[in-house]
């Protein structure tokens, strides 16, 4: 029996023009009616995932920044967050520098309402994309290491797939003391997003820190996501669900793989296991 629902945002329940269906809102109105909590688990930051998610009638703590943070928004208050402490946060300017890479250094939770950075790739199409869609956002300053003396969210990176895949071991072995999640991005899929988080933080750590608060078991979570970043949450849950469009990573760790975002999946999914 599933108690909860985890859905993560971008390539599940947004499409590539960063649109919801009607038969995902609806599907997840049924689940709720049904009984089901239902929340998202998403990189996102909570002004990005609460726009994303404005439709939705979500009736858990969301599950923020990669499992970072989990926050009640009706009482608009953190269960739980962790930052980036500052001796990894310098180390890990200095690896992505290292390897020409440009660091972009995220401000503090629960809102992140600013990011830095310092030097770009004019060339980095999904960097300036990104700039120019979150300008109210994104301050461009001398140095980023000049911001690590405060508490920040994270350090990402963007970079060609090509880029980052002979870098990952090298990166991974450069940053023992911090969790490095790697992702497609979902909005230009030859690029990659290097997220540099607090050691031991995931969605799966936070979904299951969410089941706890709860008092839901793990057995009775549904988790359904599409990126390299959704796997420790797949693994968590009592039932993991891959979208059609997911990595292929993604869909052999699943328990199930539904429809793709473009033919309803997370609805599909709802449909088929919430009786």
């Avoid at 939770?109 to 994104?138: H, I």
């Avoid at 750590?205 to 057995?219: K, M």
Wanted: hydrophobic share 40%; with cysteine.
């Amino acid at each position: 029996m599933v108690r909860l629902i985890a859905l993560d945002i971008d390539g599940t329940l947004l499409d590539g023009s960063r649109e919801m269906s009607d038969a995902t809102v609806d599907a997840v109105h049924y689940a709720i009616d049904s009984g089901v909590r239902v929340t998202v688990c998403t990189g996102r930051s909570l002004p990005s995932a609460a726009d994303a998610v404005r439709h939705l009638p979500l009736n858990a703590p969301y599950v923020l920044n990669n499992g970072a943070m989990i926050y009640d928004v009706p009482n608009r208050r953190a269960r739980y967050l962790r930052h980036l402490q500052g001796r990894v946060a310098s180390e890990a300017v200095r690896v992505f520098r290292s390897i020409g890479f440009h660091p972009i250094v995220y401000g503090p939770l629960p809102e992140v309402g600013y990011f830095y950075y310092d030097t770009f790739d004019p060339e980095n199409r999904s960097f300036v994309d990104y700039a120019e869609q979150n300008a109210d956002r994104v301050h461009r300053v001398d140095d980023v290491c000049d911001f690590l003396r405060q508490d920040i969210t994270c350090i990402t990176v963007a970079e060609r797939n090509e880029r980052v895949r002979s870098r990952k071991p090298h990166i991974r072995a450069q940053l023992p003391d911090a969790e490095v999640v790697f992702e497609i991005s979902p909005w230009d899929r030859s690029y990659s997003v290097i997220t540099v988080m607090p050691s031991g933080v995931n969605k799966g750590d936070g979904l299951r820190r969410l089941a706890l608060l709860l008092g839901i078991g793990l057995s009775e979570v549904m988790a359904v996501g599409d990126n390299l970043n959704d796997l420790e949450m797949l693994d968590v849950a009592g039932l993991g669900v891959a979208m059609g469009n997911g990595t292929p990573e993604i869909r052999a760790r699943a328990d199930y793989v539904t429809a793709s975002v473009d033919d309803e999946g997370v609805a599909r999914a709802i449909e088929r296991f919430i009786p």
